[in-house]
């Protein structure tokens, strides 16, 4: 019979090859269930909040030390939580001015959409003419019944989406109360195989994080030349130019669905331009989107020593099998795994 404190100081027995199992039993499951429940935004965000907590109190993640400086790990972490409220609050002292200013565009794309179309209606043939909208109550009305046969589905999108940002917003409560825990001074064999795959997994999402900075900014340095130098070229000025690629930097730091939220506005845009512009606008970043899979996979791989052709392969199967959410997940759960068959002198 197995003495409890000989676990620890075991490693080849089947006491701790079962221990080590169960531990990446519990991780394999967590990981599935963040995919198939919907719970990756509530994952995502407990690294993001346990990274952004270990930062303000500057302590490493192997350990915290008597020596080190920063904020108090209570401060740190209501910063932490408190932050999204306070940006909540402000975003909707301000809705009024947002919504105001929000009708006002729309109104100015309303009335550039019905321009182009009428331009359209006196150069194509009578065919095609009769199919499309006349003036600006006609575009109005094809918006509106548009809107009124994708009702159920737009109330389906909100209810996810909000059902994100609660588990995101739940996932940085626990990332922070996480970070500020004090560690006991020993763990039971399976708590501490548990925090080993816990710190992987955290060191893979640190890398991860950080090779999307530099996607981030390839996507903001080709959106520039696009927006401020082609585009001119031809003679097109865009509208909100600079603050477009603010926002793609900003949102390209949000792997997958911050570039479709910046394709989205730019394309209408580019639409508020001229119809020929909103084409061209989509068809670039289609391009962006499509070469980002390289990009992301040479760029994450070259981070976590992974090749390019394994990542492609894991993204690739991911949104086969669960999505938007399996691609955004691939790159941080291929490279926690590499990470782990590393400590193990697998690979």
């Not at 981070?303 to 997940?329: K, Q, Y």
């Amino acid at each position: 019979m197995t003495n409890k404190s000989d676990w620890p100081a075991a490693p080849g027995t089947l006491a701790h090859r079962m221990v080590q199992g169960a531990s990446f039993v519990l991780v394999g499951v967590l990981c599935l269930l963040s995919l198939s429940a919907g719970l990756l935004p509530g994952l995502l965000a407990v690294c993001v909040s346990f990274l952004l907590t270990r930062a303000l109190t500057r302590v490493p993640l192997a350990a915290r030390h008597a020596g080190s400086s920063g904020l108090p790990p209570w401060l740190a972490a209501t910063l932490v939580i408190v932050a999204p409220l306070a940006g909540l609050v402000a975003l909707m002292l301000n809705a009024k001015g947002y919504s105001l200013l929000a009708v006002q565009q729309y109104q100015e794309l309303l009335n550039h959409l019905a321009n182009t179309i009428l331009e359209m209606r006196e150069r194509l043939p009578p065919e095609i003419v009769r199919h499309l909208p006349e003036g600006v109550a006609g575009v109005q009305e094809l918006v509106a019944t548009h809107l009124r046969a994708q009702a159920s589905h737009l109330a389906t999108v909100g209810r996810t989406w909000l059902h994100g940002l609660l588990l995101a917003y739940v996932g940085l409560i626990v990332g922070a109360l996480l970070a500020t825990r004090r560690p006991p001074a020993q763990r039971r064999p399976l708590s501490a195989a548990i925090a080993t795959r816990a710190a992987h997994f955290i060191d893979a999402f640190r890398q991860i994080v950080a090779a999307q900075f530099w996607i981030a900014t390839f996507n903001a340095v080709l959106t520039a030349l696009f927006v401020l130098a082609l585009l001119p070229a031809f003679g097109v000025a865009m509208p909100y130019d600079y603050a477009l690629v603010g926002m793609t930097f900003v949102f390209g730091l949000v792997p997958i669905v911050g570039n479709l939220v910046v394709n989205v506005v730019m394309t209408l845009v580019g639409v508020s331009v001229s119809v020929f512009v909103g084409v061209g606008c989509l068809a670039f970043l289609i391009g962006i989107h499509k070469a980002e899979y390289f990009i992301n996979a040479r760029v994450v791989g070259a981070r976590t020593s992974t090749g390019v052709w394994e990542l492609l392969a894991v993204m690739f199967a991911a949104e086969t099998l669960f999505g938007v959410p399996g691609l955004v997940a691939a790159p941080l759960y291929y490279a926690y795994a590499k990470k782990e068959l590393a400590a193990a002198g697998l690979v």
